[in-house]
């Protein structure tokens, strides 16, 4: 029984924890070795370390960049265009001799031309959506911060619920033994029934294999932690916070009290951004109907000079092309095609407003549970450790049977792991809320 409830140990809630332009931070070194380093990290280093070397993140800042790129390329659809042609050719069959003179078997032109457009609907729209697609990446890399700073921080409290835990087992293992020791001495004796000592060994064993697995737990968090953090396997974690601090760290009933505006929302952001998108496509859809008007100048100099090219070319050339769209039926079910993803934009956008507010009433009925179940589990610590302790000191004089002693410690161990839980609660459910936030 004891070993089914200390499985389920606070470290559990947080080892699910998702993986999520910011300066490089100075960490101090403990180990001066080639192959390992030891960091010493409070929560906000951790915190700023990982915004720093998170490799998620910055592939997401990547993409950040590569859409500031796209929106430039998209503008650059109204630049003007340049280009230029060098071309020669020859009959092989010499001069040709006419009334006008001869014209020489080879020509060969250079040319420049430069063109401008003057309206291309398609070409605004894009350079619209370039805009929004910078935008989008922007919010986008905003939003993963948030989620990588709540990520890294429920990786730190994970480590320190794991090494909590590990205390108490360690703590109370050396009782336990130190106990059972002294109940095998008397049953030897004769005073005690040799039944009192097999209970209390089989206690020892019980907690015995507990400590096992919070070791193998504690290795996983500092795993989860340094994954998060962009640290290498070999290298070593020391973490200065501990939980009383992350506790008190942050006035609780402030956070629960802070308002919550759906609009500054990032994900809400994002998606009314992508409704925008589809609104520009159908706009472009539109766009198909207008004409396209564009300048151009071309200049052209003959390479082989002869009286007849001399007089036949002009190498200044300029006009406008005017490209005007008559009749398309499938421009016409293009536009009824992203009128329809419009409207379907606009009923996500709404969707997701109403999921959104109901979140926030969850995560704040979250929050409060949490914090009443704290308090209480931090009672009910207080006494089962005071009850233990009255108990030990009935079953060393007699009075106590080796049952009741067993019982009064697998008591201690449950109160003490469902504190625990609760700090986890408080921690994860703190943490969410804030994300929501945007704190």
């Given at each position: 029984?004891?070993?089914?409830?200390?499985i389920?140990?606070p470290?559990?809630?947080?080892?699910?924890?998702?993986?999520?332009?910011?300066?490089?931070?100075?960490?101090?070194?403990?180990?001066?070795?080639?192959?390992?380093?030891?960091?010493?990290l409070?929560?906000?280093?951790?915190?700023?370390?990982?915004?720093?070397?998170?490799?998620?993140?910055q592939?997401?800042?990547?993409?950040?960049?590569?859409?500031?790129?796209?929106?430039?390329?998209?503008?650059?659809?109204?630049?003007?265009?340049?280009?230029?042609?060098?071309?020669?050719?020859?009959?092989?069959e010499?001069?040709?001799?006419?009334?006008?003179?001869?014209?020489?078997?080879?020509?060969?032109?250079?040319?420049?031309q430069?063109?401008?457009?003057?309206?291309?609907?398609?070409?605004?729209?894009?350079?619209?959506?370039?805009?929004?697609?910078?935008?989008?990446?922007?919010l986008?890399?905003?939003?993963q911060?948030?989620?990588?700073?709540?990520?890294v921080?429920?990786?730190?409290?994970?480590?320190?619920l794991?090494?909590?835990?590990?205390?108490?087992?360690?703590q109370?293992i050396?009782?336990?033994?130190?106990l059972?020791?002294?109940?095998?001495?008397?049953a030897?004796?004769?005073?005690?029934?040799?039944?009192?000592?097999?209970?209390?060994?089989?206690?020892?064993?019980?907690?015995?294999?507990?400590?096992?697995?919070?070791?193998?737990?504690?290795?996983l968090?500092?795993?989860?932690?340094?994954i998060?953090?962009?640290?290498?396997?070999?290298?070593?974690?020391?973490?200065?916070?501990n939980?009383?601090?992350m506790?008190?760290?942050?006035?609780?009933?402030?956070i629960?009290?802070?308002?919550?505006?759906i609009?500054?929302?990032?994900?809400?952001?994002?998606?009314?951004?992508?409704?925008?998108?589809?609104k520009?496509?159908?706009?472009?859809?539109?766009?198909?109907?207008?004409?396209?008007?564009?300048?151009f100048?071309?200049?052209?100099?003959?390479?082989?000079?002869?009286?007849?090219?001399?007089?036949?070319?002009?190498?200044?050339?300029?006009?406008?092309?005017v490209?005007?769209?008559i009749?398309?039926?499938?421009?016409?079910?293009?536009?009824?095609?992203?009128?329809?993803?419009?409207?379907?934009?606009?009923?996500?956008?709404?969707?997701?407003h109403?999921?959104?507010?109901?979140?926030?009433?969850?995560?704040?009925?979250?929050?409060?549970?949490?914090?009443?179940?704290?308090?209480?589990?931090?009672?009910?610590?207080?006494?089962?450790?005071?009850v233990l302790?009255?108990?030990?000191?009935?079953?060393?004089?007699?009075?106590?049977?080796?049952?009741?002693?067993?019982?009064?410690?697998?008591?201690?161990?449950?109160?003490?792991?469902?504190?625990?839980?609760?700090?986890?609660?408080?921690?994860?459910?703190?943490?969410?809320?804030?994300?929501?936030?945007?704190?």
């Amino acid at each position: 029984m004891i070993k089914r409830l200390l499985i389920l140990t606070p470290f559990l809630f947080l080892t699910g924890v998702s993986l999520q332009s910011q300066n490089r931070h100075l960490y101090k070194l403990q180990a001066d070795t080639s192959s390992e380093k030891t960091y010493s990290l409070s929560l906000q280093k951790a915190i700023d370390y990982a915004q720093a070397n998170n490799k998620n993140l910055q592939q997401i800042k990547n993409n950040t960049l590569k859409a500031f790129y796209g929106k430039w390329e998209a503008a650059g659809n109204y630049l003007p265009q340049a280009s230029g042609t060098v071309e020669y050719s020859n009959s092989l069959e010499g001069d040709l001799i006419t009334p006008f003179g001869s014209l020489p078997s080879g020509s060969g032109t250079v040319g420049l031309q430069a063109t401008q457009v003057v309206f291309n609907g398609n070409a605004i729209v894009g350079i619209m959506l370039g805009k929004i697609g910078q935008k989008i990446a922007e919010l986008n890399e905003e939003n993963q911060i948030l989620a990588l700073k709540a990520a890294v921080s429920q990786a730190y409290y994970a480590v320190l619920l794991s090494e909590e835990t590990r205390k108490i087992l360690v703590q109370n293992i050396t009782f336990m033994r130190d106990l059972s020791e002294k109940t095998k001495a008397l049953a030897d004796g004769g005073v005690m029934e040799q039944t009192d000592a097999d209970q209390m060994q089989v206690q020892v064993n019980l907690i015995e294999n507990l400590l096992k697995d919070a070791d193998r737990n504690n290795t996983l968090a500092y795993n989860s932690l340094k994954i998060q953090m962009g640290l290498r396997s070999e290298d070593k974690v020391v973490l200065t916070d501990n939980l009383d601090d992350m506790i008190v760290s942050k006035n609780n009933l402030e956070i629960a009290a802070t308002p919550y505006n759906i609009d500054a929302d990032l994900q809400y952001m994002m998606l009314k951004e992508n409704e925008e998108v589809s609104k520009k496509q159908r706009l472009m859809s539109v766009m198909n109907f207008l004409p396209t008007v564009a300048g151009f100048y071309k200049y052209t100099y003959n390479m082989v000079s002869s009286p007849m090219n001399d007089i036949m070319s002009r190498p200044h050339l300029a006009g406008i092309q005017v490209n005007i769209p008559i009749f398309s039926t499938p421009n016409i079910y293009k536009y009824k095609q992203a009128n329809i993803d419009y409207q379907n934009a606009r009923l996500n956008s709404d969707l997701m407003h109403d999921q959104m507010l109901i979140k926030e009433q969850q995560l704040r009925f979250n929050f409060r549970t949490a914090l009443e179940q704290y308090e209480t589990q931090k009672l009910n610590s207080s006494v089962a450790t005071r009850v233990l302790g009255s108990i030990q000191l009935k079953y060393t004089a007699g009075v106590k049977s080796a049952m009741e002693m067993t019982t009064a410690n697998s008591d201690y161990l449950r109160a003490q792991t469902d504190y625990l839980t609760a700090v986890a609660k408080v921690l994860q459910a703190r943490a969410d809320l804030e994300q929501l936030l945007g704190m």
